[in-house]
């Protein structure tokens, strides 16, 4: 049971500290402001994790490598402690397990990523309704608009109704089916 405790708290932990971590990739890259409360509340809790990394891996173009190499870290750090709570020998084949982890980890990485511009999309959706002049509404809109657009080209709205943002959640839960196959897939291999 205590395992189970521990297991479940590092899946959280970690799992939100990635999230937190692509966020930031997510935002910077696509230059949102951090002007707002989501933005304060991104920097403040992966600053000190990013900030010392940033000083050795410089960033490439727009793309931050030192937030992103940090969201993978954390991934790999906590798989290796959840398999080493559940018993699973890791110092068996050292640079095999390191593969297999550092393997998972990126395909977990990109997995979260999906999951958060799905979420995205959806809190975009849900202000637009409630509450288009909300502070974090422009974040959510510069997080999804470039994955919008190209599907707004070629599908207007029909009847006044923007139906790009279900076949885009659509399309993403596409690819978390294929990614779940294939971590599957990686992770008997292990």
Request: glycine share 4%.
């Amino acid at each position: 049971m205590l395992s189970q405790i521990a297991q479940y708290l590092l899946e959280v932990a970690s799992g939100l500290l990635v999230f937190l971590l692509l966020a930031r990739l997510l935002l910077q890259w696509l230059r949102a402001s951090f002007r707002n409360p989501l933005g304060h509340f991104v920097i403040a809790t992966t600053h000190w994790l990013v900030a010392p990394m940033r000083r050795v891996i410089p960033p490439l173009g727009t793309l931050d490598l030192a937030t992103l190499l940090a969201a993978w870290l954390v991934q790999l750090a906590a798989l290796a402690a959840l398999y080493g709570l559940r018993g699973v020998d890791l110092g068996a084949a050292p640079g095999v397990a390191l593969g297999m982890l550092a393997t998972l980890s990126a395909l977990d990485v990109l997995r979260y990523a999906i999951y958060l511009l799905s979420f995205a999309l959806i809190a975009q959706a849900v202000l637009s309704w409630v509450n288009p002049y909300s502070p974090v509404a422009p974040v959510f809109d510069a997080m999804t608009r470039p994955i919008l657009a190209p599907v707004r080209r070629r599908m207007p709205p029909m009847a006044g109704i923007d139906l790009s943002p279900l076949l885009v959640l659509v399309l993403l839960q596409v690819l978390l089916i294929a990614l779940a196959h294939l971590r599957a897939a990686a992770a008997s291999a292990f």
